[in-house]
T-cell receptor, first 114, second 111 residues
Framework: DTEVTQTPKHLVMGMTNKKSLKCEQH?????MYWYKQKAKKPPELMFV???????INESVPSRFSPECPNSSLLNLHLHALQPEDSALYLC?????????????FGPGTRLTVT | KNEVEQSPQNLTAQEGEFITINCSYS?????LHWLQQHPGGGIVSLFM???GKKKHGRLIATINIQEKHSSLHITASHPRDSAVYIC?????????????FGKGTHLIIQP
């Protein structure tokens, strides 16, 4: 199984809503990532979890709150978002070793904030 | 200056043509990735390179570490190859780090 799954595929939420994005992998990877991609732009790294601990937070606003409840799951909790937060949110995972490893990407969640 | 530069930004070619997409980077890296993204879609990893050359089907990727340059080639291109091709690097260091992405090359293969 070399798949990273993400739910939901599409999400529309108002600025006062609270919602969560979910990501799951069963490849035994111990590094998981959240990226944000605006239209016609490359992805931008938001968070990195390594062994279920947050290791990188790229100055993301606190209205985005990541959570890694176990080695297979990664959540992104959303609260009080702004319309400019509308984007494709991509999850990825990889092995954690000294050498670089391939990142496997999920299909993404397309988020629209109204 | 971006750490990862791709060229061309846009490329339109006829079916069957040989395609080359270039990527240059300005930082020390531990790996370079070539990724494919179809419109509105998720990202598929095509290659991860740290040296030399890799081939998968009609796709070939090469990297020259000394020159900090990589190329992605598509032989016998087909309309289904139409997509955005993204070069991404993992900056040198151990453990888990995110990727730094180029802006992508938008490829259209016309029948």
């Amino acid at each position: 199984d070399t798949e990273v799954t993400q739910t939901p595929k599409h999400l529309v939420m108002g600025m006062t809503n609270k919602k969560s994005l979910k990501c799951e992998q069963h490849m035994g990877h111990r590094a998981m990532y959240w990226y944000k991609q605006k239209a016609k732009k490359p992805p931008e790294l938001m968070f990195v979890y390594s062994y279920e601990k947050l290791s990188i937070n790229e100055s993301v606003p606190s209205r985005f709150s990541p959570e890694c409840p176990n080695s297979s799951l990664l959540n992104l909790h959303l609260h009080a978002l702004q319309p400019e937060d509308s984007a494709l949110y991509l999850c990825a995972s990889s092995q954690v070793r000294d050498r670089a490893n391939e990142q496997y990407f999920g299909p993404g969640t397309r988020l629209t904030v109204t | 200056k971006n750490e990862v530069e791709q060229s061309p930004q846009n490329l339109t070619a006829q079916e069957g043509e040989f395609i080359t997409i270039n990527c240059s980077y300005s930082v020390g890296i531990s790996a370079l990735h070539w990724l494919q993204q179809h419109p509105g879609g998720g990202i598929v990893s095509l290659f991860m390179l740290s040296s030399g050359k890799k081939k998968h089907g009609r796709l070939i990727a090469t990297i020259n570490i000394q020159e900090k340059h990589s190329s992605l080639h598509i032989t016998a291109s087909h309309p289904r190859d139409s997509a955005v091709y993204i070069c991404a690097v993992r900056v040198s260091g151990g453990g888990a780090d995110g990727l730094t992405f180029g802006k992508g090359t938008h490829l259209i293969i016309q029948p």
